[in-house]
Structure formats: C-alpha cells, structure tokens
Nanobody, 121 residues
Framework: EVHLAESGGGLVQPGGSLGLSCTAS????????IGWFRQAPGKEREGVSC????????YYRDSVLGRFSISSDRAKGAVYLQMNDLSPEDTAVYYC??????????????WGQGIQVTVSS
C-alpha cells in the first residue's frame, strides 16, 4: 500500500543538470520529513538532501550544497530534487525515502525503488 515512486533519472554529461521527482501514496505521514539518499557503485548509501514538508526546512550534504535544490509539494505528496553542475562523483542510484534524516538511514521506513543517475562524458 505504501509506495514511493521516483522518476527523472538518466544519463547526463559533467556540468549538466537533471531533475528527480518522487510521489508518495498510501503513507500516513506521522513525520513531516522526506528526501533523497543515493548509493554509488561500491559505496555505502548516503543521505543527499531532506526537507520538512511542514515548514520547508531543508538540509543538504556538503558535497551537493550549492548545486542541488530540494523542494516539496505536500498537497501533491511530492518531493523534487533539482541537480545542477553534475560531476561523475554524483553517479549513483538515487532513492526517495521517508522519514528522512540526513546523517543516517536508520529512521527510514519507506524507500523508493531507486532511479539511476549517470554522469559521464
């Protein structure tokens, strides 16, 4: 019943941009946070960005600060991630997740299936 669905991934050249979307359904949001994790090949999954949908507070990991922008539309049950100035180090499977705490995935109860973002020339 609970379902998080991502869209918008793909292949982009270094320096390019890509936007991700996630829609949530069937979830009783007892925690207002939602956001994005990612997992690069051979690396641990890490938090990318989280947002509080009640007051729009936002959080980014240092490596994406100034390049990525998160936003949400609670009425639509949606969260977005605009990624600019992408580099090969951003290549990963990106996961929508709720709740979202930037420094750990321990509190995540619901995951999207993941969407591939590949940055390559």
């Amino acid at each position: 019943e609970v379902h998080l669905a991502e869209s918008g991934g793909g292949l982009v050249q270094p320096g390019g941009s890509l936007g991700l979307s996630c829609t949530a359904s069937g979830y009783a949001f007892d925690d207002p946070t939602i956001g994005w994790f990612r997992q690069a090949p051979g690396k641990e999954r890490e938090g990318v960005s989280c947002i509080r949908t009640d007051d729009d507070s936002i959080y980014y990991r240092d490596s994406v600060l100034g390049r990525f922008s998160i936003s949400s539309d609670r009425a639509k049950g949606a969260v977005y991630l605009q990624m600019n100035d992408l580099s090969p180090e951003d290549t990963a499977v990106y996961y929508c997740a709720a709740p979202c705490l930037l420094g750990t995935e321990e509190l995540v109860r619901y995951w999207g299936q993941g969407i591939q973002v590949t940055v390559s020339s």
